[in-house]
């Protein structure tokens, strides 16, 4: 029997729907959501996604800017215009759309963001945060899972949990959310990644199945154990000449042969992105209502309310 797609559109646009009303509660007492988007160069792929962010803000009522700057602007210029951006009351989240060009340094960056304006989850202070279970920002992929999985119902409590793929934006978080002593996760974690030696013997292991490591389909039916939940992070572009475009886009899960094995199964695309966009407005609204980690709370993902991350 064929494993059923979790529709992370869908389940994505009510979360939204209720990010609107909130907005709009927001406004009426005089408070505008505000998110600024830092975007260095012109990569067309990181281009389409800010498009989607600025859309995604218009949607809800959250006011957006993005500030493009050539790629030839030096990391000294990059961080002081962050600095600026942390003084601005009207913005109350900051993003800088990765990756970056070679010569910036994306730490030094991550690390110039305020941490109470750090919707990404990237600031050090907020990942050890994250580490020590203190509410902060939790980057948007990894909460965007969670909250795919208890969407459907999965409770990853002493089920095992393999992730593949360990960057510090999805893999790293990911595996500290999923391994917490907390309702809506429990879950014993492995990580995997590139140099793991025989992947297979690990993934074929897995209750909950993410791959993440930016290769594409590289994970097969053959690789996931019957009934297993899957979740595809990867957004791999590959050439494909019958259509207009001259690509299509795949995961890192070989889709037909892992819908064949699987319980559930995100798509790509239409799983785990629109996810990734939703929190970040969530993020955003959060910073603006100077609750950060309330609603992480009620999701079950972290603790106590915190006004600030300082």
Do not use: W
């Amino acid at each position: 029997m064929a494993a059923e797609i979790i529709d992370g559109k869908g389940i994505a646009q009510q979360i939204r729907r209720k990010i609107e009303g909130e907005v709009r509660s927001l406004r009426e007492r005089g408070v505008i959501p505000g998110l600024a988007v830092v975007f260095v160069g012109e990569n067309p792929a990181s281009a389409s996604y800010v498009r989607g962010k600025e859309r995604a803000c218009a949607e809800v009522g959250i006011e957006t800017e993005t500030l493009r700057f050539a790629d030839t602007i030096s990391e000294g210029d990059l961080i002081e215009e962050i600095r600026r951006l942390n003084q601005d009351p009207s913005f109350h989240g900051i993003l800088v759309q990765l990756p970056l060009p070679g010569h910036i340094d994306s730490g030094s960056v991550a690390e110039a963001v305020a941490c109470e304006k750090d919707v990404d989850g990237l600031h050090p202070v907020n990942v050890g945060k994250l580490c020590l279970g203190q509410p902060t920002f939790v980057p948007g992929t990894p909460r965007g899972i969670c909250e795919l999985l208890a969407h459907v119902g999965v409770d990853p409590e002493g089920k095992h949990a393999v992730i593949a793929g360990r960057s510090n934006i999805v893999g790293r978080p990911l595996a500290i959310l999923l391994s917490r002593k907390a309702r809506g996760a429990n879950a014993t974690v492995t990580v995997c990644h590139s140099r793991t030696a025989d992947l297979p013997s690990h993934t074929r292991q897995a209750d909950i199945l993410v791959a993440a490591m930016g290769q594409p389909e590289k994970i097969v039916g053959s690789m996931i154990k019957p009934d297993a939940v899957v979740i595809d992070v990867g957004v791999n572009r590959v050439a494909d000449s019958s259509k207009k475009r001259g690509y299509r886009l795949v995961g890192d899960v070989h889709f037909e042969s892992a819908r064949e094995v699987a319980s559930y199964i995100t798509p790509v695309p239409g799983g785990v992105g629109p996810m990734t966009i939703a929190m970040l407005l969530r993020n955003t609204v959060d910073a603006a209502a100077g609750r950060i980690g309330r609603s992480m709370s009620e999701a079950g993902i972290h603790g106590p309310e915190a006004e600030s991350c300082s």
